[in-house]
């Protein structure tokens, strides 16, 4: 009598999917794949420019000096009570720009690894986790750059920041605005990929979506009949906790932070069950 074959293999390809999941062990036997695509990415942005890697505080730095003379000094938006207006506008452009550019980036999965996916066999959620790591690492450069200057403004200037519990809530802010882009990048890698018109209605929602988000103004000054508008918006308590946490001034409240994690839960699980659902049928369709 035959015995059963053993099965030796390491991992199996079947026709089976799943619209939750992946598998973790799949996932991990591909950590090499997403260690490369990260830097590649992370290096193909810098290839054959003058500055290289010195673009990442570049375009902050130009993106801070255009605030500070628009919205500092001719339209003269406060900042809060003693926060230098380099400092606030600072801390809005650097989280704004990881949400931004994550999103953007995911969104364009299909469209621009469709190549890739018809070619050869990887779990497809490799592609926006190494293009979200890749602007995790962008984040954390220019959030140094934030932290050297807070630190001139202290020793040099006498800017005093009264740091509590909040200072804790940095991560949490940082995790939120990266799993909402992530989310919502996958969403849209999805529908822009089925409906190449929906492109031109996201660049305008996230043109849109910047200014009901407190990157040039704080929560507090919005009057109070029209602060549900932004409020309504899920970033806004994640970029108020950041700014309470970095600069000690933000209004954050626990119900608007349930909100926010809430939203980014639903829009993270939608967003798996969509990606691994229509993963496979768009193949043929992009």
Same mark, same amino acid.
């Given at each position: ?20 999941s992946?598998?973790?062990k ?7 794949? =997403? ?19 010195g ?22 938006i ?5 926060v ?5 506008? =600072? ?19 299909f469209?621009e ?22 602007q ?16 001139y ?16 809530g ?7 605005v ?40 704080p929560?507090?000054?919005?009057r ?33 932070l349930?909100?926010s ?5 639903v ?8 990606f ?11």
């Open positions: 009598m035959k015995q059963p074959l053993e099965k030796n293999w390491d991992w199996e390809i079947s026709s089976e999917t799943s619209n939750w992946w598998d973790l799949s996932l991990l036997s591909y950590r090499h794949l =997403l260690a490369s695509l990260v830097r590649k990415e992370f290096l193909l942005n810098y290839q054959q420019t003058v500055l290289g890697p673009w990442i505080l570049v375009q902050p730095l130009l993106t801070l000096v255009t605030y500070v003379l628009v919205f500092g000094m001719l339209i003269r406060p900042t809060g009570e003693g230098p207006p380099v400092l606030f506008y =600072l801390s809005g452009i650097v989280l704004w720009n990881f949400f931004n550019e994550s999103f953007g980036t995911t969104s364009r999965t469209r690894y469709i190549h890739i996916f018809t070619k050869v066999y990887f779990p497809r959620i490799i592609i926006p986790l190494a293009t979200i790591s890749t995790f690492m962008r984040f954390l450069v220019q959030l140094i750059l934030l932290v050297l200057i807070l630190l403004y202290i020793i040099f200037r006498g800017y005093v920041i009264h740091w509590h519990w909040a200072l804790a940095v991560p949490l802010a940082v995790a939120g990266g799993l909402i882009s992530l989310g919502m990048g996958l969403i849209f890698s999805v529908l822009t990929a089925k409906y190449r018109d929906i492109v031109n209605i996201v660049d305008v929602g996230i043109r849109l979506l910047f200014f009901v988000t407190p990157v040039v103004y929560l507090a000054l919005v109070e009949e029209l602060r549900w508008i932004v409020k309504l918006n899920p970033l806004t308590p994640f970029f108020e906790l950041f700014r309470l946490g970095v600069l000690g001034q933000g209004t954050v409240q626990t119900a608007d349930v909100y994690f809430s939203f980014m839960l829009t993270f699980l939608v967003s798996v069950y969509m691994n659902k229509q993963g496979s049928k768009l193949i043929d369709v992009v």
